[in-house]
Every structure is written in structure tokens, then in C-alpha cells.
């Protein structure tokens, strides 16, 4: 049983940083594909201009799963914040 469980909290939430790295890395691609046309051709432009989206588009979507991670992540702080409070007052309450 972990301590989360013990305690009635939330399980630890995922890792939000190789999500970041994901969506980094996305965001350069589609930099790239604009800075660094691979033709002068109208018609390749097009293409390249629909995979630079793409790239923005499913880095949108992450950046997502990030905003919902982190509020995990802060959801999960407080409870354990709130539990260490609770505790602390009960040891004071016992010492006193």
C-alpha cells in the first residue's frame, strides 16, 4: 500500500517535464518547416506550411495535458500540505 493510499490522497501525478520536452520539440519543428522552406515551389510551400501546423496543433494538445498535470501535481501538494498541518496539530494537541 503506498503512502497516498494510506492517507486517502491522490496518487502522485505523472512526470509533466518530458511532456514540456515533447511539446518544445514540436514547437521547433514547425519553427523550422516556416524558417527553412525546403522549395521556392508554391505547392511544397503549401505542404510545409500544413505540417508546421500540424506540429503547432499537436503541441496545443499538449500543452493541455500539461495545464491538466500540473493541477494534479498542485491538487496532491495540498493534500499532503493539509495532512501535514493536521498532523502537526495533533502532536502539538498531544504535547501539550
Known amino acids: 500500500m503506498s503512502s497516498e493510499e494510506y492517507f486517502g490522497i491522490c496518487k502522485q501525478p505523472v512526470d509533466t517535464c518530458p511532456l514540456i520536452n515533447e511539446a518544445v520539440s514540436?514547437?521547433?519543428?514547425?519553427?523550422?518547416?516556416l524558417k527553412n522552406p525546403d522549395t521556392?515551389?508554391?505547392?511544397q510551400m503549401a505542404?510545409?506550411?500544413?505540417e508546421s501546423e500540424w506540429y503547432v496543433d499537436f503541441a496545443l494538445g499538449q500543452l493541455e495535458e500539461i495545464r491538466e498535470a500540473n493541477s494534479e501535481i498542485?491538487?496532491?501538494g495540498l493534500q499532503w500540505k493539509d495532512l501535514a498541518?493536521?498532523?502537526k496539530k495533533e502532536l502539538?494537541?498531544?504535547?501539550?
Open 40 to 43: 521556392e515551389e508554391p505547392e
Open 74 to 76: 498542485r491538487t496532491w
Open 85 to 87: 498541518k493536521e498532523t
Open 26 to 33: 514540436n514547437l521547433k519543428e514547425a519553427i523550422a518547416y
Open 92 to 96: 502539538e494537541d498531544m504535547a501539550a
Open 47 to 50: 505542404k510545409d506550411m500544413a
